[in-house]
């Protein structure tokens, strides 16, 4: 059971505009800062989003991220076929109980 | 071009041990913290250990808490991950991952190399 819930899957058809959320608690989400990746089956997750919001250089502006209160979101417009792949969000998080640097469980995009 | 290339994965058995290598290059690999994450098969990323840029902090997560031991070679730029006692359980593929930012610091992870496989069996 991830600390960090996600759907998961989610699916859209190419062209559309489709969100992924992660929600937490205020020792991940509601105080620290949010990163998303990308995972390809049989190749290295990317970091997509960093600090909630920012994209390092080399990723497109389709992909955006957002935070609010205990939860973050992850939102991709002009969806194109290679966009298939499992998406994770990721945290620092301060309790005991969970650790460290959390990961969310994924959730599918499929581009129908 | 950043690049990082784990090796020594492979098949063992359970109780065995093995140790992973991180090679890096294409940044000052001493100015960057470093972690490891892993994916077992058909599951989510777990978070595994991290280390920080000098080898002066470590972290791990609970369930390879005493059988996994994180170090780092700046001279050799490698990263390291000693596995004892394996448990089928800890049969992922496992990631080396570099911070985003240089300096102090852990988070957040951000390159990711391309894995290396860790299967424990008998």
């Known amino acids: 059971q991830s600390v960090l819930t996600q759907p998961p899957s989610v699916s859209a058809a190419p062209g559309q505009k489709v969100t992924i959320s992660c929600s937490g608690s205020?020792?991940?989400?509601?105080?620290?800062?949010v990163s998303w990746y990308q995972h390809l089956p049989g190749t290295a997750p990317k970091l997509l989003i960093y600090?909630?919001?920012k994209r390092p250089s080399g990723i497109p502006d389709r992909f955006s991220g957002s935070k609010s209160g205990t939860s973050a979101t992850l939102g991709i417009t002009g969806l194109q076929t290679g966009d298939e792949a499992d998406y994770y969000c990721?945290?620092?998080?301060?309790?005991?109980?969970?650790?460290?640097?959390?990961f969310g469980g994924g959730t599918k995009l499929t581009v129908l | 071009e950043v690049q990082l290339v784990e090796s020594g994965g492979g098949l063992v058995q359970p109780g065995g041990s093995l140790r992973l290598s991180c090679s890096a290059s294409?940044?000052?690999?001493?100015?960057?913290?470093m972690h490891w994450v892993r994916q077992a098969p058909g599951k989510g990323l777990e978070y595994v250990s991290a280390?920080?840029?000098?080898?002066?902090?470590?972290y791990y997560a609970d369930s390879v808490k005493g059988r996994f031991t994180i170090s780092r070679d700046n001279s050799k730029n490698t990263l390291y991950l000693q596995m004892s006692s394996l448990r089928a359980e800890d049969t992922a593929v496992y990631y080396c991952?570099?911070?985003?930012?240089?300096?102090?610091?852990?988070?957040?992870?951000?390159?990711w190399g391309q894995g290396t496989l860790v299967t424990v069996s008998s």
């Open positions: 991952v570099k911070r985003f930012f240089e300096g102090s610091g852990w988070f957040p992870p951000a390159l």
């Open positions: 294409g940044f000052t690999f001493s100015s960057y913290a």
């Open positions: 280390i920080t840029s000098n080898g002066g902090s470590t």
């Open positions: 205020s020792s991940n989400i509601g105080n620290n800062y």
């Open positions: 600090d909630s919001n």
């Open positions: 990721g945290t620092w998080d301060s309790s005991l109980s969970a650790g460290f640097w959390v």
